[in-house]
Nanobody, 114 residues
């Protein structure tokens, strides 16, 4: 399984940005797709997750501002980020969960300027 993330960059506080991630390879039996983020010196943490039946969960810090969704092709996942804050600055990683395995994309930098 390979994951390719797109959409990072520099944005002003209060702005919006959309991240995309496409999975390729053997992508059957997916349990969930997710976005994580990691700031310098901090652990990687889950931001949002969507199951194969569409159930979603969000970190408290992004609830009401971020929306995770899957594409029609089911091998894509998006993260719509609104009302961005400087503390959202991080490298964002897309993640695919299949059984007990986690697969990771390469990460994309999101920088929110104040």
């Amino acid at each position: 399984v390979q994951l390719q993330a797109f959409g990072g960059g520099l944005v002003q506080a209060g702005g919006s940005q959309r991240l995309s991630c496409a999975a390729s390879g053997t992508i059957s039996s997916i349990n969930a797709l997710a976005w994580y983020r990691q700031s310098p010196g901090k652990q990687r943490k889950v931001v949002a997750i969507v199951s194969t039946i569409g159930n979603t969960n969000y970190a408290d810090s992004v609830k009401g501002r971020f929306t995770i969704s899957r594409g029609n092709a089911k091998n894509t996942v998006y993260l719509q980020m609104n009302s961005l804050k400087p503390e959202d600055t991080a490298v964002y990683y897309c993640n695919l969960k299949r059984g007990s395995w986690d697969y990771w994309g390469q990460g994309t930098q999101v920088t929110v300027s104040s």
